[in-house]
């Protein structure tokens, strides 16, 4: 059975067949004893007692399903006892909107002070149809919990509706909340958040590739590169630095549960120790974004460890 603010509702299954149990007569009993109500479940095993008679208190609250054959087989569900704890198998979400509900969201979740915010809400019944024609209240508040902005807007088609909101170069950083109201004094049946930080996006994207399996001095790899920005263009005439880093390890791919060089090394208290090398005279992307070079190592590490190139 489940009992939530839309009523009481009991599902009846056969025992023998697990199947659904048609005809069942179903009483909702109260803690007092009083019968609140009779049914018979339906074809599907399923009987909704209305939601009055789950808001009953004291003596009259519901406490018992009796479901019962003119056979004489019976059964019953104690709605008092402590309900399954699932909270731990990611349960969580918001309550179940009575009547209005509002969906607000921005088109990205972080912004930096300067830029806008671009705001949209839908508005919905219970039934997810559009309801249109009434305004929305949206209010944005701070990270800092100052309200930033209010703004009642109308409807702007099958109950959609947007918001421009510029952050301006001083506000604080942090989370800022978009609240939806369709009564201020009421609470809001709509939430958003986005952050406010100071970042530098991600321009250029590129791609290390090399056929060579083992790299040392008197063998450099040769390395190509593919670059671009993340708007499409190739990341053409750019400058590139770069370095490699040698690792000591001591295990090898394939060779699982295996320990790789001397207990008496002098690195042997650590699990790892990295050399690095920089790498001089690169040269530029051509116009495809493109370049290749040979990476030439100087005086590696003595170790009786592999070493592991980066």
């Given at each position: 059975a489940?009992?939530?603010?839309?009523?009481?509702?009991?599902?009846?299954?056969s025992l023998a067949t697990t199947a659904p149990a048609a005809g069942v007569e179903l009483r909702l009993i109260a803690?007092?004893?009083?019968?609140?109500?009779?049914?018979?479940?339906?074809?599907?095993?399923?009987?909704?007692?209305e939601p009055g008679l789950s808001r009953?208190?004291?003596?009259?609250?519901?406490?018992?399903?009796?479901?019962?054959?003119?056979?004489?087989d019976y059964a019953f569900l104690s709605l008092?006892?402590?309900?399954?704890?699932?909270?731990?198998r990611g349960v969580a979400g918001r309550d179940a909107p009575a009547g209005l509900d509002a969906y607000v969201f921005t088109e990205r979740g972080v912004y930096r002070t300067g830029e806008t915010v671009h705001v949209t809400a839908l508005l919905r019944n219970e039934e997810s149809i559009a309801v249109t024609g009434v305004p929305l209240t949206l209010v944005v508040t701070r990270s800092d919990g100052v309200e930033y902005r209010r703004n009642v807007v109308p409807d702007q088609g099958i109950g959609g509706r947007s918001l421009d909101v510029p952050i301006?170069?001083?506000?604080?950083?942090?989370?800022?909340?978009?609240?939806?109201?369709?009564d201020p004094k009421r609470p809001a049946i709509g939430e958003a958040t986005f952050l406010v930080e100071d970042y530098v996006a991600d321009r250029l994207e590129f791609d290390l590739?090399?056929?060579?399996?083992?790299?040392?001095p008197e063998a450099p790899a040769k390395i190509e590169v593919d670059g671009r920005f993340l708007y499409g263009a190739p990341a053409s005439g750019l400058t590139l630095d770069g370095e490699i880093n040698i690792a000591k390890v001591t295990e090898l791919p394939g060779f699982a549960g295996y320990v790789f060089g001397l207990d008496d090394d002098s690195d042997a208290d650590r699990d790892e120790e990295s050399d690095t090398f920089p790498l001089a005279d690169l040269p530029e992307t051509d116009g495809a974004g493109k370049a290749s070079f040979a990476a030439a190592l100087g005086k590696v590490p003595t170790s009786t460890r592999p070493l592991q190139a980066e």
């Open positions: 489940y009992s939530g603010s839309d009523g009481v509702h009991a599902f009846v299954n803690r007092n004893n009083e019968v609140l109500a009779t049914k018979t479940t339906d074809a599907n095993g399923r009987v909704d007692f009953g208190e004291g003596g009259l609250s519901p406490a018992l399903l009796v479901a019962s054959l003119a056979a004489g008092k006892s402590s309900p399954f704890d699932l909270t731990d301006i170069s001083s506000a604080p950083t942090g989370t800022w909340r978009v609240a939806a109201f369709t590739t090399t056929a060579a399996t083992s790299i040392s």
